[in-house]
């Protein structure tokens, strides 16, 4: 009879450690790839709106350098990435990365008794997935900025936006002469109602900007002023009379000839000061490559 306490011997089978295959070395997928392509694509968009008028739609020009150096850097770090990648593959064994595992096969079997015995899940994929075609989609906003820019901010902007003029620190002297003084709306309309058209009476005037109209049908020549980008643009308005064109067209760039008016108005958005000019001609333009304006502290 078969002593109970008696310790049986460890049965080799069982004890042994099961033999375990090298693993593999997965398939180089192409998201490094991928992500190399978006990096030089979006660096490349940067670079062409910075060597274009294209940025001017977006930011002051002021800004054009440093947009310059961020599209540099962008198509050197996607180089970088492509060439970290490259190395990556090379670094693989080619005759295991040649071959594909099978459908089911798991790249690590000891990884994958491990997963089973965790309660993990257990992958039947190799380790090298394809990312899907489908994210390639992410480039098109990219060509949708190189071939469809949106338009800058304009009358319907204006239209429900107060007016953002502000007291500048100053009145400097503007310059001598019998023609007409080119002055920006901004200028204008701080100079007639922070210092009393001081410096331009019995001066003719000429302002451009474009035609947005009020909610009674007002006319008013606006200009989007900036400080950094086209995020925080905001109009500065000025209201017209005297010989207005009888049919005004939205957005449409108007340059008038006038002079200073003391009468004024406010903006029915934000109550704002809104001065008038007296337009004695008037003219259409095309729009100025630079649709935005600095706004003007004097």
């Known amino acids: 009879m078969t002593d109970p306490h008696e310790r049986r011997p460890a049965d080799p089978a069982r004890g042994a450690a099961r033999p375990s295959r090298p693993s593999r070395p997965s398939r180089p997928s192409l998201n490094g ?4 392509a978006l990096l030089f694509l979006l660096g490349a968009t940067v670079l062409h709106a910075g060597l274009t008028d294209l940025h001017l739609r977006y930011v002051k020009s002021g800004l054009r350098p440093l947009l310059l150096l961020a599209g540099a850097v962008l198509i050197v770090t996607a180089a970088a990435t492509l060439r970290y990648e490259r190395r990556g593959t090379r670094a693989g064994d080619p005759a295991a990365t040649d071959r594909a595992p099978e459908h089911g096969e798991p790249d690590d079997p000891e990884r994958a008794d491990q997963g089973s015995s965790e309660g993990e ?20 906003p990219l060509f949708a900025l190189i071939l469809v820019a949106p338009p800058a901010l304009g009358s319907y902007t204006a239209a429900h936006t107060g007016t953002a003029l502000q007291k500048p620190f100053g009145f400097p002297d503007v310059p001598d002469g019998r023609g007409p003084l080119r002055l920006g709306v901004g200028e204008y309309a701080a ?87 007296k337009v004695t001609a008037s003219r259409p333009v095309p729009p100025p490559s630079e649709p935005y304006d600095d706004a003007w502290t004097g």
């Open 121 to 140: 899940p257990r992958s039947g994929g190799g380790g090298g997935h394809r990312e899907p075609r489908v994210s390639w989609l992410l480039a098109l």
């Open 33 to 36: 790839q991928a992500q190399a």
């Open 191 to 277: 100079r007639a109602v922070y210092d009393e058209g001081r410096h331009l009476r019995d001066r003719p005037l000429r302002i451009t900007g474009f035609v947005t109209l009020g909610r009674d049908g007002a006319p008013y020549l606006v200009r989007m002023t900036l400080n950094c980008c086209a995020a925080d643009a905001q109009p500065v308005k000025i209201a017209l009379t005297g010989n207005v064109p009888p049919v005004l067209r939205p957005d449409s760039w108007l340059e008038v000839t006038g002079t200073y008016t003391s009468r004024r108005t406010k903006d029915p958005v934000n109550d704002g000061p809104v001065p008038y000019v």
